[in-house]
């Protein structure tokens, strides 16, 4: 009996033996392949043309993310009408032109939300198992929304930034005005306006008397300024001061007036907001207070009133 155990014992250790052997050179040999592939890969590369490596050595974002968005800006422009790239650049000139931002990339923007909203809402109609009529609806309303969607985060960006100019416009032409009044001349008060001031009317100004410094005369800049802008106050400034350097009617009158005419221009804002006040909070006060307010009131009596009955 114990023969056979150990003649057993020593058939397995024989086994384990030469399973691990040919373990081992499986390993070797894996590996052997895999550094020589390695090898051969190196190899073509160097090989390779100079064209070819360049492209290779260029991040994800220029070899694939790039040709994709030209190709969404080429279906976009195809699916645009014609006056909508010079609508487009209109709102990124009242946006103030944001870093990165151009007609290009908002129409590609536009193309791939309209594909990815429109593939969503198909998605969860099918999903769903909508009716065929709900599930057309659902995809082709994603699908406007999406294509609608740049457009609209691109006028609420405009809508804030001329807030912000509207805001600041009457302090800004108060320090115009006194650096004129002061003794500088009128590209000096403007820079003295951008370099005090903060937000998009400081950035503003500093494009004016950039324009004016590389050889767009005062008036055009002007011009220039106002068209960038839909707000009143501004374009009504521009205007004015083109008037007074065309008729020579001295800067520091104009500023003045305009200033004065701002300031009221600011206190009329105010007092018309706090007069819509009463027609605003009567919403909120109809719908949510005065049902509470009732049901505070009247609730313990009804309850009374029910148990009087019964």
Known sequence: MSAN????????????????ALSMVGVLS???????????????????????????????????????GEK????????????????????????????????ARIIGLKVAAMAGLGGFGLFY??????????????????????????????YNAGQKRETLM????????????ISVEAGLGFDAAVMQVARNTRGPLAQEFSRLLQE????????????????????????TFCMAMVQADSLGIPVAKVLRV??????VKRRQRAEEKAQQVP????????????PSLFTVIGGPAALHIMDAIK
């Open 166 to 177: 509207r805001c600041a416009l009457p302090d800004a032409l108060d320090l115009l005005t």
């Open 212 to 235: 004016m410094q590389i050889g767009v005369g005062r008036s055009d800049a002007m011009r220039a300024m106002a068209e960038r802008s839909t707000i009143a106050e501004l374009k």
């Open 125 to 154: 109609s099918v999903t769903s198992g909508a009716a065929p009529l709900k599930l057309l609806v659902i995809t082709v309303g994603a699908a406007c929304f999406g294509y609608l969607l740049p457009n609209v985060l691109l």
């Open 30 to 68: 894996t590996e052997r392949r895999g550094v020589g592939r390695s090898l051969a890969a190196i190899q073509a590369l160097d090989s390779a043309p100079a064209t070819l490596k360049t492209e290779l050595e260029q991040p994800f974002s220029s070899r694939v993310v790039a040709p994709l």
């Open 279 to 290: 027609v605003k909070i009567m919403i909120p006060l109809v719908l949510f207070i005065l």
């Open 258 to 263: 305009q200033s004065k005419e701002m300031r």
């Open 5 to 20: 155990v150990m003649l057993f014992a020593g058939a397995g250790l024989v086994l384990t033996a030469l399973t691990m």
């Open 72 to 103: 969404l800006v080429g279906i976009g422009r195809k699916l645009v009408r014609a006056g909508t790239a010079e609508r487009i650049q209109r709102r990124l000139d009242i946006a103030g032109n944001p870093i990165g931002w151009d007609v």
